[in-house]
Nanobody, 125 residues
Framework: QVQLVESGGGSVQAGDSLRLSCIAS???????VGWFRQAPGKEREVVSA???????YYADSVKGRFTISRDNAQKTVYLQMNSLKAEDTAVYYC????????????????????WGQGTQVTVSS
């Protein structure tokens, strides 16, 4: 099973940017990876994902602000987060799947079998 380690979180002001990184080790780099987040008192939700075909998914709340990308040679997935808002405050998790893609309409937690430990993102308004 692949191990995932996230980095890049931090405390920023609204309107700032952050780039999260997720490095995979110990196994084959998954063709379908995603980013989830969990805010205090809320359920974990999908933020973005990229599948084997290179297609991307974004939650409505982050469309136009966040960009997911991957570097297969470096076994790394990135989440570029621009124009951050206070409501983006959460612990962000990277996840990898043995599947090639999500089923319509969106990625779900049960697609993924490997998870990182999470990285905190705090946005102050």
């Amino acid at each position: 099973q692949v191990q995932l380690v996230e980095s890049g979180g931090g405390s920023v002001q609204a309107g700032d940017s952050l780039r999260l990184s997720c490095i995979a080790s110990g196994g084959t780099f998954s063709s379908y990876v995603g980013w989830f987040r969990q805010a205090p008192g809320k359920e974990r939700e999908v933020v973005s994902a990229v599948n084997w075909f290179g297609s991307t998914y974004y939650a409505d709340s982050v469309k136009g602000r966040f960009t997911i990308s991957r570097d297969n040679a470096q076994k790394t997935v990135y989440l570029q987060m621009n124009s951050l808002k206070a409501e983006d405050t959460a612990v962000y998790y990277c996840a990898a799947s043995l599947r090639t893609s999500w089923r319509w309409p969106s990625p779900v937690e049960t697609d993924f079998n490997s998870w990182g430990q999470g990285t905190q993102v705090t946005v102050s308004s």
